[in-house]
């Protein structure tokens, strides 16, 4: 089974910066749309970003935009989110997540494959 793996979560201050991964199965492509998830405690799964393999297009969610960016990697099985200027509530788990589509979506019914998780944690 597929499976996609996030890494690169940790803590860091807030106004700093964070780089997260994720690495999908050479399976994967330019036939899939990448995005990002994130949850905090209590709270339902929000969207972040999502990124076209065949366009590269992106979407990015309203809460984060102008701060996080989403890209790909040249193999186009891994994608990158760049945060900057992280809030304390930025603090959550964060989900890679995969959809055979090459459009971009911020519902997470449309994904099929999901990673574990990372953690993220911006202190004030």
């Known amino acids: 089974q597929l499976q996609l793996v996030e890494s690169g979560g940790g803590l860091v201050q807030a106004g700093g910066s964070l780089n997260i991964s994720c690495a999908a199965p050479t399976r994967t492509g330019s036939d899939y749309t990448m995005g990002w998830f994130r949850q905090s405690p209590g709270l339902e799964r929000e969207f972040v970003a999502s990124?076209?393999?065949?366009?590269?297009?992106?979407w990015i969610g309203d809460s984060v935009k102008g701060r996080f960016t989403i890209s790909r990697g040249n193999a186009k099985n891994t994608n990158y989110l760049q945060m900057i200027n992280l809030k304390p509530e930025d603090t959550a788990v964060y989900y890679c997540?995969?959809?055979?589509?090459?459009?971009?979506?911020?519902?997470?019914?449309?994904?099929?494959?999901w990673g574990r998780g990372t953690q993220v944690t911006v202190s004030s």
């Open positions: 990124i076209s393999g065949s366009t590269l297009s992106t």
């Open positions: 997540a995969a959809r055979r589509s090459r459009f971009t979506s911020s519902h997470e019914n449309d994904y099929d494959l």
